[in-house]
Nanobody, 121 residues
Framework: QVQLVESGGGLVQAGGSLRLSCAAS????????MGWLRQAPGEERKYVAS????????DYSESVRGRFRISRDNAKNMVYLQMNALKPEDTGLYYC??????????????WGQGTQVTVSS
């Protein structure tokens, strides 16, 4: 079982940066691939990025590739999402997610409560 708590969201102007953090409670955090998804108002939740259990592999959606970077610190049970060059369309509720898979994936079994990111134009 994995419990996840996100932090770091907020209001930022277009072109700015934010760093999201996710604290995980798990017996063996390093066994789980992790990811971030987001949900804009009135839309479905969408995949943003994922990272393999050891951190060697990462994957990004086309809309954020080159601007966002996912990372993890298995010693601290933490996952991060560095978001640069933010656009208004990046606005949404960002969820940290965990997967029973060790590899990059868009399928997750564990979810945090979300942290709001708002990008103003």
């Amino acid at each position: 079982q994995v419990q996840l708590v996100e932090s770091g969201g907020g209001l930022v102007q277009a072109g700015g940066s934010l760093r999201l953090s996710c604290a995980a409670s798990a017996r063996t955090f390093s066994n789980y691939a992790m990811g971030w998804l987001r949900q804009a108002p009135g839309e479905e939740r969408k995949y943003v990025a994922s990272i393999s259990s050891g951190g060697a592999q990462t994957d990004y959606s086309e809309s954020v590739r080159g601007r966002f970077r996912i990372s993890r610190d298995n010693a601290k049970n933490m996952v991060y999402l560095q978001m640069n060059a933010l656009k208004p369309e990046d606005t949404g509720l960002y969820y940290c997610a965990g997967s029973d898979s060790r590899y990059v994936t868009a399928e997750f079994q564990y979810w945090g409560q979300g942290t709001q990111v708002t990008v103003s134009s």
